[in-house]
Structures are given as C-alpha cells and as structure tokens.
C-alpha cells in the first residue's frame, strides 16, 4: 500500500516520453553515450583537439542542463555535436544533467559560492531576478543587435528573461498546462463526459467526486490529481482573482481574501476526494499515472499525454486537453524555460556563439521534441514543425490553442528557491487541518517578505 499525499515535490516539472528518459546524470545513460558529449568527441580527461579550420585556439565550455533526458543525450550526440563542430571546430562543449530540485538549487548555490559555475546554464521561468542579483547570467543585450534570430521571439517570452530592463538569457521551451482528461475513465464510473468550455470549480469538484472510485478503504480511480505544489496555487489564486506578488514591489500579496479562499476551496476538495491518509490500490509500475488510467483529470502539461502515447497507446484516443476551469477568470500559468551565459565564463564570445546555434529554429525544434515541449517562437515554420504541431502523440495544437487563449506567464519569484521551500511546509500544515488556510498564507507571505527583500537588497 501506498500513502498518497497531497504535496507534489516542490520543483518544475519532469517531462516523460520514452524509456529512455530515465537516463543518468550525464550523457552516459542512454544507450551507453560516453559520458562526456563533445562537439570535437574527444575522449573524458583528454587534452582539446586543434582546431583544424581558422587556425583557432581550441575552447572547453561546460553546459548545465536540468531540460534534459534520456532523449535529450541521444539528441545532442546524433545531432547537434555535429552540427556545432560542423559550424565552430574548435569548440569543445560538455553537457551535464542536473536535475530539477535540490539538487539542482544546492549545485546552483554551492557554484556562486565557490566561483564555479559553468560556462551556459539552465535557468527556470521564475528565476531571472535571481540570476541576475547574484551576478549567475551575464547581460546578453550586446549580443542580441548583432542576432538576426532575436526577432523570433515574442516579447512574452523576452519578458521570461528580462530583469531591470536587461536580457539575461534566451527562452528554449515554454511548457503549456491545461486540463487533462481520460474518457475512459468517465466510462468507468458511468459519467457523462459533456464538460462545456466555460466549466467552473463547482463543475470540477462535482466530477472530480463522481469521477473517483473506491474499493474498501482504498481508490481504484482518482477523480482528480490530488499532487499540489505552488505552481497549482498560482493558478488558482489567479483563477479566483488574487496575485502573487505585487508588480512593483515585487512583495507577496497571495495572503488576500482571494488566496484564502482559493486554498480553502481546493483544500476541501482534494480532501473531499481522497482525505490525507487515504490508500490507493498498490501497484508495482512505474508508469506515470495518468498513463495507468488511475486519474480521471489533472492539471498537467504535454509530457503527460506523451506518457499516454508510450505507456498505453491504446488509449490515446480517450486522453482531452480541455480548458481551466473558472472562478472569477480561466487562467493558467504558462513557463518559459531559458539559458544563459554565465558571468564566470571566460569565453563569452564563445559561449555566446554555442547558445545562438543552440536557439536557431531547428536546433531549437530538435530539442523541444525530445522533451515533449514548444519552442517558444511567435511563428514556427516549416514542415518539420508542422509535423511536429500534427503529431496526436501530444495533442500539441489542442495545448497552444488553450495557451493562446488563457495562458499567463509564470511570475518572477525573487529569492525563489528559498520561496518555495518556505510556502511548502505552510501547505502540508493546512491540508493537514494543523492550521487554518489564512494562518498558513499569512505565516507564508511573511516569510517571502522577508527573503524577497534580502534578495533585493543585496
């Protein structure tokens, strides 16, 4: 048996696709790549190769990747190593996993302290306030006259990486939520499947309690994900009218009359369908699920349909990426992903050179596939990306089009890490009734107060 609880860990999400994808730390998990991916394909702990074309001094540049999977690797090796050596012979390009979560923020942190951050890195699409206030991303606004592919993008997604009026990184995928839904599940718990484009919370918690079905004291079938972390209160704080922080002091304003009630109200109904302790049906997979059909909804991106077309491929014609609901507004929140070039390299220009080939369309579009995910470009062409668009593997058009009409960019958090590890514990008090949804927000938004203006204060 297994404990199900109502708190998702705290970290942006992992996409799923193949076998593959639980690949290692580095390039070496899939299929047995070296580990160590080299434009120039030398061999770990080699000395760099001379550059055979221009004469060029060799350059090493270091790559840290948190976007990345077992796909990823094979992509990088097949495909874009090749293509850099092709363009830049003497660059030599490592890149290393490290994955979302603590690893991810203790390796970040650990790097600033000890002047050993990589040459580009990875950053998330609440971040930019941090990577520029602890000097991580360097300022890329020189670079972008020069770059033809900066028209590409829309100011949406320039936004994502934009802090003070500076540039700090390019966007490489936005990751677009809505509403999934298994039809066979509302099969199996005889309920008709008519949801209208403009349903509301009372409408999803009426099936998400329909929809959910039980055996003893276990569940066989969730009406809905009952996983919860911040990003599931962003959501629902905008859908119910509120904000999360104030947009010119950047303080937290989630702690309002909408807040509490829009954890209240998600509170009650996630208990309603399955109360903290509640047991559900053991399994021994290790497939996603929403693949195993054990989950009628969920607010979810397009990995999880693609865990669908993997796991159960039968059962694809039953998965629909349906509207948020509303309270006050349909809303959710969109993320945009992006890298930079890090403030500690000593080739700029080189990093530089390695992050725009990375961001042309097809480099970009290569990429994205293999995590299931949309480069964010105001007008992808071509017929690669149309086939891409078309593939009901992950039911794309359907995303950008709820994208397009409800989509909100994922606040800026300053001091982030530190945010979501603080707003956490203040969840897990009120689902557990420990306390009262107003005394966890307020307990909350001070704490985010606090370290939000020990960010921006230096």
């Not at 094979?74 to 994955?99: C, G, R």
């Not at 009650?268 to 509640?278: E, K």
């Not at 089009?401 to 897990?428: M, V, W």
Request: charged share 15%.
């Amino acid at each position: 048996m297994r404990n199900r609880s109502h708190l998702a860990p705290e970290t942006p999400r992992v996409w799923r696709r193949r076998s593959l994808l639980r690949a290692g730390a580095t390039l070496a998990a899939a299929g047995g790549l070296p580990a160590l991916g080299l434009a120039g394909c030398a061999a770990p702990g080699a000395p760099p190769q001379t550059s055979g074309k221009g004469g060029k001094a060799p350059v090493a540049l270091t790559w840290w990747m948190a976007d990345y999977n077992g796909l990823t690797a094979k992509w990088l090796q097949s495909s874009f190593y090749p293509a850099l050596k092709q363009k830049y012979p003497h660059i030599q390009l490592t890149v290393t996993n490290i994955p979302w979560g603590p690893t991810f923020s203790e390796k970040i942190i650990s790097a600033v302290a000890a002047s050993n951050l990589p040459d580009l890195c990875q950053s998330g699409a609440e971040f930019v306030a941090d990577w520029a206030l602890l000097k991580i991303a360097r300022p890329i606004d020189e670079y972008l006259k020069g770059w033809s592919g900066s028209t590409q993008y829309s100011q949406t997604a320039w936004n994502a990486v934009t802090w003070e009026g500076k540039r700090y990184g390019v966007p490489a995928r936005v990751d677009a939520r809505a509403t999934l839904v298994r039809t066979d599940d509302f099969a199996a718990a005889h309920v008709p499947m008519n949801i209208p484009a403009s349903w509301t919370w009372s409408d999803l918690r009426a099936l998400s309690t329909s929809l959910t079905l039980r055996k003893g004291s276990s569940v066989q079938q969730f009406g809905y994900n009952i996983s919860w972390s911040y990003q599931n209160f962003i959501a629902a704080l905008w859908q119910n009218g509120g904000e999360l922080l104030d947009p010119k002091t950047h303080l937290p304003t989630f702690a309002s009359s909408a807040g509490v009630a829009a954890l209240t109200w998600w509170i009650d109904t996630l208990n309603a369908i399955a109360p903290p302790g509640t047991q559900m049906t053991p399994s021994n997979s290790t497939v996603p699920v929403f693949a195993t059909g054990k989950v009628a909804m969920e607010y979810a991106g397009d990995g999880d349909v693609a865990a669908v077309a993997e796991y159960a491929p039968k059962k694809l014609s039953s998965v629909r990426v349906l509207p948020p609901p509303r309270q006050v507004k349909q809303v959710i929140n969109e993320f945009y992903n992006w890298f930079c070039v890090t403030t500690q390299t000593k080739y700029p220009d080189e990093a530089w050179q390695v992050l725009s080939f990375f961001n042309e369309p097809q480099n970009l579009l290569g990429y994205n596939k293999t995590l299931t995910s949309m480069p964010p470009l105001k007008k992808p062409s071509g017929a690669a990306y149309s086939a891409y668009l078309k593939d009901p593997s992950y039911k794309m058009q359907d995303f950008l089009s709820i994208l397009g009409k409800y989509g909100r960019t994922e606040p800026i958090i300053p001091n982030f890490f530190a945010c979501r590890d603080a707003i956490t514990p203040e969840f897990q008090a009120a689902f557990l009734k420990q306390k009262t949804p107003a005394q966890a927000l307020q307990a909350a938004s001070a704490k985010w107060t606090k370290l939000i203006q020990q960010r921006l204060q230096g």
